[in-house]
């Protein structure tokens, strides 16, 4: 049973950080290209991070350069976002996703919230 399960997210005050996990399992994520998604209430679902295979190559919207770092660890089938500097504006549930074209898979999580307040 292919499952994508996040964790890690809350509430936290502006300026603070979060690290998002993403856990697969029933497939490896080696020859998956990882992403992160948010939503936030009313808005359309945005790329945040991703990461190729290879685990060198990384790409950001622009709102979240230098402040987000994706990562990958494929030997514990595990993806991350660390999230620093947050702002009010992060505020969104966040969507783990696995996609390998050759495959035709395209896996996702449930997701999870991720709440910048004071």
């Known amino acids: 049973q292919v499952q994508l399960v996040e964790s890690g997210g809350g509430l936290v005050q502006p300026g603070g950080s979060l690290r998002l996990s993403c856990a697969a399992s029933?497939?490896?994520?080696?020859?998956?290209?990882m992403r992160w998604y948010r939503q936030a209430p009313g808005k359309e679902r945005e790329l945040v991070a991703g990461?190729?295979?290879?685990?060198?190559?990384?790409n950001y919207v622009d709102s979240v350069k230098g402040r987000f770092t994706i990562s990958r660890d494929n030997a514990k089938n595990t993806v991350y976002l660390q999230m620093n500097s947050l702002k009010p504006e992060d505020t969104a549930v966040y969507y783990c996703?696995?996609?390998?074209?050759?495959?035709?898979?395209?896996?996702w999580g449930q997701g999870i919230q991720v709440t910048v307040s004071s």
């Open positions: 996703n696995a996609r390998n074209w050759n495959l035709n898979n395209d896996y």
């Open positions: 029933g497939f490896m994520i080696s020859s998956y290209v």
């Open positions: 990461i190729f295979s290879g685990g060198s190559s990384t």
